[in-house]
């Protein structure tokens, strides 16, 4: 697929045109991040994060194929393997300073991406498939997030573990023999270790598949763009490259420049220091929080305090932290405003800015914080909202609200409202 | 688009429902704390902040303290904590020579085998070594200690929150608890076997003040060995232990974020460059 403007792939030479009637991966290269991929010539910086969330899914995997080098998935020393690879290997604490806060910036990157599809609506038609996708990857993210975090053994390691697979012992009869199932044992011990880390090693690799299924369903519509007016003609898109691949290449400098700040001046202030305590069963942490990227969603959990008449805390918790996310998928056929952009969508706008974004601020603290007041009765109000945003009023604002007028065209939108420029630009020969 | 309409319907009712099970947790959680007297908390001290020589993007270690702080470790705290995750060699990265990490490591017993027999037995310790716990087993440190087990200190100051402060902070800080504390909060008042330290996030502990009296150890540089100066010494080595590392990391990071600056402003111009061209003019 593309845009009928859009450069082809021409084999400047022997070697190419071999490689191209036999294997034509240069040419794919060339369509899918070359100069034979039209982009909106409108994207702003909110665009970059697909790119660095790619580039971080990649460090993540250099850097942990190193680690699983020097690590050993045993309950007897994990622990000490971990500080053996942050004493005794060259360069080993490096390798795991990058990976711990590869991990956190690999999730900032994601959740500003999730942010821009859910401001600029970039999950509507045609693009469902690449959003639905893309919570496929939250997912599995969130899964491998959680069990890379068993990994070095230490009181959160271990504890954790406890508290995230006990959720499933809140389903009713058979909650508890699928814990034990997970955890091959009643309790996190070395099986739940060697099993953790066998999928910790796969997952990701399960997440590049899917990324490339990501990107692919976005090469059949092209990308999305602020203004939300889809591509017109030719004038409206300019080519990948060299376009966008040196936008990208200067946030890709602010992010990695942002990124080894915290790896080499403050590579544990994301982490918890209860961590550095090997795991101890029978010592329970004071508070059980899980990494910061999981508070608004364990807020969520612990926000359900009372039974639902016959349905129990701790299962109406769980079940509306997995509805939390897995309500994403639905977003397609929620929303049916036709316009895309927040930009012009006033009620959208102040519900967005006014209610998502401060109830994700306050479940985000609460959920690091302990489960005492205020926090609790905070996370109950923000919850209410959360839920309430997606599945009530996103479906109704999408019917009531009168959208602002939408630019003619993205040309129009970047020149003005010229029209001979518009028109100049607009009838410009498509090849 | 009856059936979309439906999709909505739906979720409209399954949101609703979300919502008034929080709410009604909310409201029940209202009149309990309406009507319940909350469970104070024990006021405890955050550590002191203090000056030390690795602190910041250009800290440096203070050779001389760290040996002075292995000096307290050796003749105070290793009487009870294990430090098991640092090996004698490691100790020519503060400043001993390979003679010197010799000699200390011989100086301690590790355990070993009797080439003969075969049995259990001890030997002097090689620089490969670890430092060897003053207990065989946990159930001998918990037997010796008041069922309490003095935790190994390697990784003491990457353990607690504000590490280096807090250690330095808790050695310094055993006092008994004051008058206006206790007609607060009377459970403040140190059980049998406790020692009240300010700093302790409950309060008590089971160490008892373990740098006391000044000139408790003989600095060999002639440094005064007030206890001030003992419980920044050694929470500045327990520094070192947990990572050892840290001086060469932020060495390593200036300049890996220069290069970044550099390839960054580069990136940024030729992003200008590339792009006026489809800029509008204005």
């Known amino acids: 697929m593309s845009f009928p403007w859009a450069r082809q ?4 030479n ?7 009637e036999r294997l034509p991966l240069p040419r794919l290269v060339y369509n899918a991040i070359g100069a034979g991929y039209p982009v909106p010539r409108n994207l702003s910086y909110f665009w970059n994060f697909g790119v660095l969330a790619g580039f971080f899914l990649v460090v993540q995997i250099v850097t942990g194929v ?5 690590y050993a998935a045993n309950a007897q ?3 000490a393997t971990t500080e053996h690879i942050m004493r005794d290997v060259n360069w080993g604490w490096l390798m795991r300073y990058a990976h711990a806060n590869g991990a956190s910036f690999f999730f900032i990157v994601v959740y500003l991406h999730i942010f821009r599809g859910l401001f600029y609506s970039s999950y509507k038609a045609p693009r469902e498939m690449i959003w639905l996708l893309g919570v496929v990857i939250f997912l599995l993210m969130m899964a491998t997030a959680f069990m890379g975090y068993v990994l070095p053994w230490g009181q959160m390691s271990f504890w954790g573990a406890k508290v995230i697979t006990g959720l499933f012992g809140a389903i009713p009869l058979v909650g508890e023999p699928i814990q034990v199932w997970l955890l091959g044992g009643f309790a996190p011990d070395n099986a739940a270790l060697n099993r953790f880390f066998s999928l910790h090693f796969l997952l990701p690799f399960v997440i590049a598949g899917v990324v490339i299924l990501h990107i692919w369903a976005l090469h059949i519509p092209g990308s999305s763009n602020p203004t939300g007016v889809e591509v017109k003609t030719e004038s409206d898109t300019v080519p990948f490259h060299p376009y966008y691949t040196a936008k ?4 890709l400098g602010i992010a990695l420049l942002l990124y080894f700040a915290m790896v080499f001046f403050l590579p544990n202030a994301l982490g918890h220091p209860d961590n550095y305590i090997e795991a101890n069963p029978l010592s329970t942490p004071a508070h059980i929080v899980p990494e910061w990227y999981f508070w608004p969603f364990y807020a969520i959990l612990r926000a359900f305090t009372v039974d639902f008449f016959f349905v129990p805390a701790k299962l ?9 996310i897995l309500l994403w998928f639905f977003l397609p056929w929620l929303d049916k405003s036709p316009v895309r952009s927040g930009h012009y969508r006033p009620m959208f706008r102040k519900f967005f800015w006014f209610g998502l974004i401060p109830a994700m601020i306050v479940l985000f603290i609460c959920g690091g914080a302990p489960a005492e007041e205020p926090f609790v009765m905070l996370s109950q109000i923000a919850t209410a909202y959360y839920f309430l945003h997606f599945l009530v009023i996103l479906p109704i604002i999408s019917s009531v609200e009168k959208p602002e007028p939408l630019p003619y065209s993205i040309t129009e939108a970047v020149l003005g409202s010229d029209k001979k420029v518009v028109k100049g630009e607009n009838t410009s020969p498509a090849v | 688009m009856t059936k979309l309409l439906s999709v909505r319907l739906v979720a409209i009712l399954v949101g609703l429902g979300f919502a008034v099970a929080v709410l009604w947790a909310f409201v029940v959680g209202a009149y309990n704390a309406a009507t319940e007297e909350a469970a104070g908390h024990v006021p405890y001290e955050k550590p002191m902040d203090l000056a030390w020589s690795f602190d910041g993007p ?3 270690w203070d050779h001389a303290q760290l040996q002075r702080g292995l000096k307290v470790y050796d003749e105070v705290c290793s009487a009870c904590h294990s430090l098991k995750f640092v090996a004698f060699r490691d100790l020519e990265q503060i400043g001993y020579d390979e003679g010197q990490v010799k000699a200390y490591a011989a100086s301690k017993q590790v355990p070993g085998i009797d080439p003969v027999t075969g049995e259990a037995t001890t030997r002097p310790g090689l620089p490969t070594d670890y430092f060897p716990s003053p207990y065989p087993n946990n159930v001998a440190a918990a037997s010796a200690n008041n069922n309490a087990i003095p935790p190994d200190l390697s990784l003491m100051t990457k353990a607690r929150g504000d590490g280096t402060n807090y250690v330095a902070s808790l050695l310094m800080g055993y006092a008994p608890p004051s008058e206006e504390l206790l007609a607060e909060h009377p459970e403040a008042a140190p059980g049998p076997g406790l020692h009240h330290n300010p700093y302790f996030p409950n309060l008590n502990l089971a160490m008892a003040a373990p740098l006391t009296t000044a ?3 003989t600095y060999d540089d002639g440094t005064e060995a007030t206890v001030e100066q003992m419980s920044k010494d050694v929470a500045a080595f327990l520094t070192w232990t947990a990572e050892p590392t840290m001086v060469k990391r932020k060495q390593t990071g200036w300049p890996v974020l220069i290069f970044l600056l550099f390839a960054t402003v580069l990136a940024y111009m030729s992003k200008k460059q590339i792009w006026a061209a489809v800029k509008p003019k204005k």
Do not use: R
Request: no cysteine.
């Open chain 2, 215 to 217: 000139g408790q150890v």
């Open chain 1, 66 to 70: 190193v680690l699983a080098m020097h």
């Open chain 1, 316 to 324: 109406m918790g769980v079940i509306a932290m997995f509805a939390s």
């Open chain 2, 58 to 60: 250009f800290g440096k």
């Open chain 1, 248 to 251: 990208d290449g200067f946030g």
């Open chain 1, 14 to 20: 022997g070697f190419t045109k071999f490689l191209d």
């Open chain 1, 9 to 12: 792939y021409e084999p400047s």
């Open chain 1, 77 to 79: 020393v994990a622990f």
